[in-house]
């Protein structure tokens, strides 16, 4: 975790990002994702808030609900995932079949009832390419369903065919997630099973389909700093920058083979969200897994770096979550309000409906506001 990050490159310049701080730009070099991630937390958290404020309001969180619609009997081997076949007899868990659309629409109508506006739906499955017709229909038929409930709707299924990604497009998906994970030096530490450009590749047939893309990462799993500035180099730079980027915290495990990992502290969380904020001023970055450890201080400082989201609801996937309780009571203290879904975002681009979003182009009118540009 105290390797050194790589010495500068002579030709970067070091104050760029300070200078252009806002600037929407897919061009960053690692050197210079690397000056924001290692910024002075306090100095960088401040800067994280002022590019906040350019493009977000900054009360307002998006409340999402996740719910593991197919579960465990995965034939991938991520090293921290719970839903692996390679270790369910450690972990425990038996596989289930995918749940039935009644099920399925009634959990989304109670996390709609309880204030959430996005309902994200995973599968523990290699890509929709693993499963037959019928099946492939009625995830198509629930994201149908939520959607015309007037919720966000957005799935992690796996690896997609450019074709699966235009079959969700038409049934209405707002988002597909596919996490990044970590850097790609990192990336075969945590899967043997896929590669880096297998991940890049479902992101692109997402991007192509018109759907909006949801990437992000975990920390903890056992990577070093230079990893953590690999991993929003690489979501800083795809084409477009991810219109979602969550951000999780490890939540190990018993069984896993990451079951002894140390938590991250929520100080690292802090850091990563900050730098993601600077790096992708549009972006909605969610603090997503591993928040249940994390004081309202905590989760304050987050919001005050950047975060504009978080996951509601008892469980995430097969992990334990935050009450909606606590959320709530947490949400009056900080005087912050719930997202509406499909809410345009300030600066005119990269809404979560998929709209596209102009890179490269400078954060101009609340930057003018705050008398930044
Ligand atoms: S993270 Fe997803 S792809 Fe990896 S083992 Fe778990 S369910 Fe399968």
Known sequence: MAEPEPALEPDSDPGRWLRELGSIRSSWTREEVAQVFNTPLLELVFHAATVHRMYNDPQMVQRCTLLSIKTGGCPET????????????????????????????????????????????????R???????????????????????????????????????????????????????TSPEYYSKITSSRKYEDRLATLEAVREAGISVCAGGIIGLGEGPTDRVGLLHQLAT????????????????????????????????????????????????????????????DQAMCFLAGANSIFDGDKLLTTANNERDEDAAMFAELGLTSRPAFLPYPAGAASSNGSDAAQDSCAAPRAAALGMA
Not at 89 to 117: C, I
Not at 130 to 139: D, E, H, L, M
Not at 253 to 274: D, F
Request: glycine share 8%; proline share 6%.
């Open 127 to 181: 890509g929709p390419s693993q499963v037959g017709k019928g099946q492939w229909a009625r995830v198509l038929a629930m994201v149908k369903e939520i959607r015309a409930m007037d919720m966000e709707v957005c799935t992690t299924l796996g690896m997609l065919t450019p074709d699966q990604a235009g079959d969700l497009r038409e049934a209405g998906l707002t988002a597909y997630n596919h996490n990044l994970d």
């Open 78 to 125: 991520c090293t921290y995932c719970a839903q692996s076949s390679s270790w369910s007899k450690e972990v425990g868990l038996k596989a289930e079949k995918l749940m039935g659309m009644e099920e399925v629409l009634e959990a989304a109508r109670r996390a709609k009832a309880a204030g959430s506006t996005r309902f994200c739906m995973g599968a523990a499955w």
């Open 238 to 297: 795809l084409r477009e920058h991810p219109e979602s980027v969550p951000i999780n915290a490890l939540v190990a495990v018993a069984g896993t083979p990451l079951e002894g990992a140390a938590p991250p502290g929520p100080l690292e969380v802090v850091r990563c969200v900050a730098a993601a904020r600077v790096l992708m001023p549009r972006s909605v970055v969610r603090l997503s897994a591993g928040r249940l450890k994390f004081s309202k201080t």
